[in-house]
């Protein structure tokens, strides 16, 4: 997964939006791996 992406996730995530928002705008991106980067982000 490129930079951006996880970037667009870590945004989006500070912004109040769910990872049931987010995956379907990103449907290339598994929702465990969203999760995770999040969840790393939190850490």
Do not use: F, V
């Not at 991106?29 to 982000?41: K, V, Y």
């Amino acid at each position: 997964m490129k930079q951006t992406m996880k970037d667009l996730i870590i945004n989006w995530a500070h912004a109040g939006y769910t990872i049931d928002e987010i995956a379907p705008l990103i449907p290339q991106i598994p929702r465990d791996e969203i999760a995770a980067i999040i969840t790393n982000q939190q850490a």
